[in-house]
């Protein structure tokens, strides 16, 4: 079929249009509202992210120094061990104990002389290496556990509760120490030495010669341990100087001196006329007395003590008084020794056990006070009443030129302060002399040889007397006490007359 050109066939008619529907515009819209509100959130989001991040970065970057190091504030053994890496942290603390151990020292003098030097070893102090890393791992181990916020966490509480942690050392032991302060002590304690009497010697100006005290150490060893452990505990170390404390004796020579002290001295004077016989038996005994030792509540015999006079045991003839009349016999002038001994012992307030009277005066004491001695009758004894040893020295003394006096001392408990003793004797009766004569016959011829001859006077009539003696105690000028000690009789004697026995060729 042909078409011409520009025609145009006739066309459907066009189909009616649907209406317009309104929701694309709508969903324009929301859409248009949610793309802002996504805007809106997008931007918080990412905004959020960001924070995040960053947070995250501050954390990481807060906890990064200490990925391999100790945090700040962690100490052990008082050391700060934070930035150390782990190694370093065991070498620190691991010299710190060894410099400890070995360092410490602590020197034990006394007066500059070293005794000893104390280390730990003494104690037998020691640190166990594997306990050291089990006290170190957990620390080290402090901030590197967990998120970063409770790393974060665990700096924070580090940083404002800084842990302090020790090590363990084995316990300490003493026994070495002890045994070391033993032989110290030994050493610094001495016994005090109480003063004594060395030897008695009756010859010299002072009779005694004494061995003076000394003090004793001591040291109180449990005190000085005491501050030994706690300097060690503290590692302080240096010198500890011992000190000691003296221990008084318990006799010093003072003590002695008052058991030795002069309580009496006696003397009587020797006649020029007496020969050097008799004196020689008036030494002879002294000899015997002289050093004499009394212990107490013992008695002196002076017959036993000076033994019998004859020639063997040294007593000489000499001159003695019989009856008012003179006499040769052996040991004349003994009597003289014997009352010079008992005036020492009366004035020394010792106890007269045995004692009598001369039946006449003698001229060297007052009558009384006098102590005739006969071997195998007549004695002088005495009793030690007091609460110390005496001791007796007795001589001839030579006053001066060709002037001798006997000597006696007593030397024992020192008497009271002020105190000394005296004698006093007082005639209390008289005796008539008798008015009968005697006559004796002279066989010896010492007067009167003749029948023829006139006879001789051996012998003055002369009255008797009755003494009494008191012993009299003094304390600072005063009179305390006086005591009654003897009554003594010197008897009324007649005239006695020699007489001629021979006649005349």
Sequence with gaps: MNFQQGYRPPQPPPAPKPPRKKWPILLLVLLVIIAGVAGVYGYKYIQDVKA?????????DAVAPYNDTYLPGIYVDGLSLGGMTAQEGIDAVLAQIKERQTGWSLGLTYRSHLFYTLHYSDFGVATDVGSVYALLEPLYMKGKVGTLEERKAAMDEVAQNPVHAFTTESEMTHERLDSILSQIQAELTTEPQDASLAYFDPDKADPFVIQPEQYGTTVDMASFR???LQRAAEGKGGNLEFTTTPVAPKVTTQDIRNQVSLRSKATTPISSASTEDRNSNIRNAFSFLNGKTVAPGERLSF???TKERTLKNGYKYAI????GMEEMGIGGGVCQASTTMYLAALLSDLQIVDRISHSDP??????????????????????????GTIYITAKVV???KNSYECQVCIYGPKLEDGVSYTLRTDTVETLPAPLTETFQKDTDHTY????DEEPYQVRKARDGFINETYLQKWQNGQLIEEKFVS???????????????????
């Design 52 to 60: 995040e991040q960053a947070r995250v970065k501050a954390l990481a």
């Design 226 to 228: 005491e501050v030994i």
């Design 303 to 305: 017959n036993k003590v």
């Design 320 to 323: 003695e008084y019989v009856l």
């Design 362 to 387: 003698v001229s060297y004491t007052t009558f009384g006070q006098d102590a005739t001695v006969v071997y195998g009758r007549h004695d002088l004894v005495f009793k030690n009443t007091l609460n």
């Design 398 to 400: 030579e006053k001066k």
């Design 448 to 451: 009167v040889t003749y029948k």
């Design 487 to 505: 009554r003594d009789t010197c008897k009324a004697r007649g005239a006695v007359y020699a007489v001629g026995t021979l006649n005349r060729e």
